[in-house]
């Protein structure tokens, strides 16, 4: 179980950081299924994914977001590769923003 901060960015504005999440996702997503979201508490966020989606590894894209801007910056991503058809990896089932507190959250 690990939580990786390598490709961690502080939230500047939303073109600028959905771009670089894309990039970042682009660059490690290869032939691995993974899932989109947003959080305030990450350690508890991934030990429900390894509970419930048998995940071990979970990054953290973007850090220091509002609710409001969590919640658009990750259903901006699970669109954008949601849309990927056949070569899709992507497990989100819904659009997002389900979950998402007030406070300082992370996608």
């Known amino acids: 179980m690990s939580i990786n901060r390598d490709y961690e960015t502080d939230y500047t504005n939303i073109k600028d950081t959905y771009k ?3 990039n970042t996702i682009l660059k490690l997503k290869g032939q691995k299924r993974y899932y989109i979201g947003g959080t305030k508490d990450v350690e508890q966020r991934l030990n429900d994914h390894m509970l419930q989606k048998k995940m071990k590894n979970m990054y953290i894209l973007a850090r220091y977001l509002t609710k409001n801007q969590a919640i658009n910056l990750e259903q901006k991503l ?4 949601n849309s990927e058809n056949k070569t899709n990896k992507c497990l989100n089932q819904s659009g997002g923003g389900e979950g998402i507190d007030e406070g ?3 996608v």
């Open 20 to 22: 670089v999440c894309v």
């Open 78 to 81: 699970i669109k954008r590769f």
């Open 104 to 106: 300082n959250n992370c």
